[in-house]
């Protein structure tokens, strides 16, 4: 059975045969972070696919991922295209490099997730607490609960690990 419900007023569907966003999200809605792990070639993935991207086999098991990385990349969104976002403006949509599987299978490779950048309780940052996030500041997983069955994994700051002295941010005005 799909799922259908709204985020900050958005509609969110997952169609019954998406089977594996369908799984993803199920341990999501339970606050934990599952990816599938491929059985022949031993490599995680993300998004969830129904073959594996390094050796194309279709057999996989969902093992649990400690979900903590750094910020790979980031857009600072100034003017939201969804009304219900406009409240929340400036926000953050990061690009994080997982600290697991990192570098493989080749250096330049890493599982990278995106989400916004929220509270540990899964709200929208404020705006103190986006100036604070640029390249390289350590983030770890928290979820914002979208309805029965559905919550979206999203980044918050790890406070509990060394951060970089000054993570990489555009020129601010
Ligand atoms: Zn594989």
């Keep these: ?28 809605s339970a606050h934990n972070f599952h990816l599938q792990k491929c059985a022949k070639c031993g490599l995680l993935r993300y998004p969830p696919t129904t073959a594996c991207p390094w050796c194309m086999s279709p057999k996989s098991e969902w093992v649990p991922v400690d979900a903590k ?12 295209i969804q009304p219900a976002f406009k409240a929340h403006t400036p ?13 493989k299978p080749t250096e330049h490779e890493a599982l990278r997730v995106v989400g916004n950048l929220t509270t540990p309780d899964g709200k929208l940052a404020p705006p103190d607490m986006v100036r604070k996030v640029g390249i390289g500041t350590r983030v770890r997983m928290v979820f914002s609960d979208a309805g029965p069955g559905l ?4 980044w918050t700051i790890d406070e509990g690990t060394k951060q970089p002295d000054k993570p990489w941010r555009y020129p601010q005005e």
Excluded: R, W
Excluded at 1 to 28: R, S, W
Excluded at 91 to 103: A, C, M, N, P
Excluded at 151 to 154: D, E
């Design 151 to 154: 919550a979206i994994p999203q």
């Design 91 to 103: 926000y953050l949509i990061l690009v994080v490099d997982l600290d697991t599987q990192k570098g």
């Design 1 to 28: 059975m799909g799922i259908q419900t709204t985020y900050l007023g958005m509609p969110l569907q997952l169609d019954d045969l998406d089977v594996e966003n369908l799984a993803f999200f199920k341990h999501c």
């Design 69 to 80: 990385g750094a910020v790979h990349s980031y857009t600072e969104v100034h003017h939201a």
